[in-house]
């Protein structure tokens, strides 16, 4: 079994974000990078499917962006992927999604791949575009924003979350690309040892330029803060009227309390 | 010269960051008012492979350097000082000298339970009559036969209540003073170990922090750690490596501190504006953030030293000394910042007030680090 996950490199959602100087995407100084959340979820599943195999699966771990992305290689290789593939392109935040899917199909063509996980989008640019489009070009099935995965032989069983609460069961036979949601799995912890048995497995550097081949289709223009909407409101009274005020609104506003 | 963390070590951080944070921070309230460590968190730290950071990977051990090591107790002390010392006290004063002074068999037999966690480790040094006068050691043995036979007391064991393994220290002959002294492998669950009491502390309250009395305790001989007479020296040369392991504990007590403060001065809002927008707020913050920072670079640097095979007892002995200091400082102020909020347990800066002071005091107090410090500058 060859597995590929498509990783990414984005910044500590609680960082203080500020436009760039070309005011077309953040300010990448002064802000901690981590591994995307859906993508831990993509690499745990990868590993656990090695695992139900009895190690018989090959896990490449792939990012595309400058050198700070070898950080969340390491990481999936720390979690338990086999090799790190690091497509190194500095401006990546200019690509646009359909050239970022394209760069890892072109990437993921002859390799045979019969399973490719990733994150259901990305918690910085969030156009959950990129398992899709890179399904397309390989002629892969594709199943996305999964939370359940289970696998016998070439078929895989899944449960997928859809909008309203609803959960759709889908069977598909390999090979996939999936695109993994917040439910899915705990991802484990990469533990010390074997961050230290990281360091001896073998990293891959490949230009982009080795696998981009098209023109973008959409170019992000500007990228700005929306107005501020006024500030918090501040409820005033007595306990029981605070309750009452409280409960009111969030029966407005919440839906779940409908 | 190169100030930034290595990828691995970037890993590393992130790695335990999470681990701590989902798995030692919620517990930390806990932690201080039950005076212990729950037994299933010692596990997982040992899972995580946190107690054999810079352990061979021939002895169980994780393989990476000292550096990771002092990520490692820096990250966890954020949450909890207490955990920071447990993964302190058992890497640098037990695993530690039996690395670096024990035979191969010796090394073979006793790290590996120490790495899994099955054996927690401490050291021994401190008696009623002899804390910073190492040479005063009244606890005695004598050779008989295949055996030493030990005799005395000790206290302020930190980890002693796990009755794991021991980094023992006995004279053989109480007028030879520092060159009659020899270290002992002991296992604290053997006869003749009595465990008199844990103490009741200030702070670091999940710490166990023991006395025990030795009452004809007959230890192998092949259990004589490094040569008869050694003992002086290896007790000198493990706390310079522990007190490597004291500043970075200090150095996450202060930044944990920080960043509540940090954190409450930007949502207090007082007089209509955040108490961040104050000048005799924000200078707190400017003079808590510079003496973090120092402590870093100094702990890091004698965490490179160690590994590089450099002397380093100056420095360590420098990095702890400023550490803890720091430790007090940024604690106290972040208090201050906090209000009367910051008395209160909840809001969790009294408790890393009141760990931070101890590492002032254990390991060497800051007075013994001057001395050091002085005589590295005047010898």
Not at chain 1, 225 to 240: A, C, H, Q, S, T
Not at chain 2, 196 to 201: A, D, G, P, Q
Not at chain 2, 261 to 272: I, N, P, V
Request: proline share 3%; aromatic share 8%.
């Amino acid at each position: 079994m060859k597995i590929l996950v498509c990783i990414k490199h984005v910044p500590d959602m609680e960082s203080r974000f500020r436009v760039n100087e070309a005011g077309n995407w953040y300010d990448e100084r002064d802000l901690a990078f981590r591994l995307n959340e859906y993508d831990e979820f993509a690499v745990e599943q990868a590993v656990r499917v090695k695992e139900q195999l009895g190690g018989a699966a090959d896990i490449t771990i792939l990012s595309i962006g400058p050198d700070r992305v070898i950080e969340a290689v390491k990481k999936g290789l720390a979690m338990g992927g086999d090799r790190g593939v690091h497509i190194k392109d500095d401006l990546v935040y200019q690509k646009d999604p359909w050239q970022v899917a394209s760069v890892i199909a072109a990437f993921a063509r002859d390799k045979n791949f019969d399973l490719v996980f990733t994150g259901m989008q990305s918690q910085d640019r969030g156009s959950a575009q990129i398992g899709a489009a890179a399904a397309e070009l390989l002629d892969y099935a594709c199943i996305t924003t999964l939370v359940s995965f289970e696998i016998s032989g070439d078929v895989v069983t899944a449960r997928r979350e859809l909008e309203g609460g609803m959960r759709g069961a889908v069977r598909f036979k390999l090979p996939a690309v999936v695109t993994c949601q917040l439910g899915l799995n705990t991802p484990r912890y990469p533990t010390l040892p074997n961050i230290m048995k990281a360091k001896q497995k073998e990293l891959l550097t490949f230009p982009i330029a080795d696998f981009l081949n098209v023109e973008s289709l959409a170019e992000t223009e500007k990228m700005y803060p929306p107005e501020r909407k006024g500030r918090g409101l501040v409820l005033e009274g007595d306990v029981n009227e605070l309750a009452d005020k409280l409960a009111s609104i969030l029966k407005e506003k919440a839906p779940a309390l409908r | 010269m190169d100030f930034e963390f290595s990828q691995d070590h970037k890993v590393l951080q992130s790695s335990v960051r999470d681990f701590v944070e989902k798995e030692v921070k919620p517990l930390a309230i806990q932690i201080d008012e039950n005076h212990m460590i729950p037994d299933e968190l010692v596990q997982k730290m040992s899972a995580m492979g946190l107690l054999g950071s810079y352990l061979p990977e021939a002895y169980g051990g994780a393989g990476l350097d000292i550096l990771s090591y002092a990520i490692v107790v820096e990250e966890v002390s954020k949450a909890c000082a207490s955990s920071g010392v447990l993964i302190s006290a058992h890497t640098s004063l037990a695993c530690d000298p039996i690395l670096q002074f024990g035979t191969e068999e010796q090394k073979k037999k006793f790290l590996p339970p120490l790495v899994t966690g099955e054996k927690i480790g401490c050291f021994l040094l401190t008696e009623p009559e002899a804390g910073s006068d190492v040479a005063g050691l009244a606890t005695t043995y004598q050779k008989d036969g295949g055996h030493y036979v030990i005799n005395g007391n000790k206290i302020f064991v930190t980890n002693g209540g796990y009755r794991g393994t021991g980094i023992l220290f006995a004279s053989m002959d109480r007028s030879l003073k520092h060159k009659g002294i020899s270290a002992f492998i002991v296992d604290l669950g053997s006869e003749g170990v009595e465990l008199l009491r844990n103490e009741s502390k200030l702070g670091i309250r999940g710490s166990y922090t023991t006395a025990f009395a030795f009452s004809n305790l007959r230890v192998p001989a092949e259990n004589l750690l490094g040569s008869e007479g050694q003992g002086f020296k290896i007790a000198m040369e493990t706390l310079n490596g522990g007190r490597i392991g004291i500043a970075a504990q200090a150095l996450g007590i202060a930044e944990g501190a920080f960043e509540r403060a940090l954190t409450y001065s930007k949502e207090r809002e007082q007089f209509g504006h955040p108490i961040s927008e104050l000048q005799a707020i924000q200078f707190k913050l400017a003079d808590m953030y510079t003496r973090i920072e120092t402590s870093k670079l100094i702990t890091y640097r004698s965490a490179w030293l160690k590994e590089n095979k450099k002397p380093y007892a100056a420095e360590s002995a420098m990095c702890k000394l400023h550490a803890s200091e720091t430790a007090t400082y940024v604690t106290k102020e972040a208090i201050q910042i906090h209000g009367g909020y910051g008395y209160v347990t909840e809001y969790e800066v009294e408790r890393m007030y009141r760990d931070a002071k101890i590492t002032e005091i254990y390991e060497g107090t800051n007075e013994v680090q001057r001395l050091i410090i002085s005589r590295a500058l005047l010898s």
